[in-house]
């Protein structure tokens, strides 16, 4: 997308390719009347945010993982770890993660529900900026180590608090 499209054209852009966006978030008199957002739209909208930075993460971690690991003789994607090879979609990157952090997120701060998800998200990706920031892909890593490392053993992994 051109970043140097006019509000007009952002929103036919949207609307072209289906964007699961807001009926609101799509009406150009709506945003061009610069009206504060109310709590629902707020709400709404970091939702929609939230699906978004979800499949940004998921195929920046997929690009990370070929060029550690290459591809899978088929052509997807793998992670792996020792002698263990996980064949990975962006599907699988966006489950964990929804299981993994925004579950923890949302059931520690319910009232504040997708903002508080969509605040972790952009502090991350500003953190990577600035700092060079490893994290979310160490944490993928993580789970996924630790989850092959449960279905080979067979046990039952303890639940996962986040900090």
């Known amino acids: ?59 920046t971690y997929l690009i990370e993982c070929e060029k550690r690991f290459g591809l899978a003789a088929n052509g997807g994607h793998i992670f792996v770890h020792g002698n263990i090879i996980i064949q990975i979609d962006k599907h699988v990157i966006e489950v964990l993660l929804q299981c993994q952090i925004e579950a923890t997120i949302l059931e520690k701060r319910s009232a504040d529900r997708y903002i508080s998800v969509m605040q972790f998200y952009l502090d991350d990706r500003l953190k990577r900026a600035q700092e060079g920031s ?22 039952i992994p303890p639940t996962i608090e986040m900090h």
């Open 1 to 59: 997308m051109n970043t140097k499209m006019s509000l007009e054209q952002m929103v036919e852009y949207m609307k072209s390719n289906n964007s699961n966006v807001p009926d609101w978030l799509l009406d150009i008199n709506r945003l061009n009347s610069g009206a504060e957002l109310s709590r629902d739209e707020m709400l709404e909208y970091a939702e929609c945010f939230c699906s978004q930075a979800r499949s940004v993460e998921a195929l």
């Open 134 to 155: 490893t994290w979310m892909i160490d944490f993928i890593d993580e789970v996924l180590i630790s989850s092959s490392q449960f279905l080979i053993s067979g046990e």
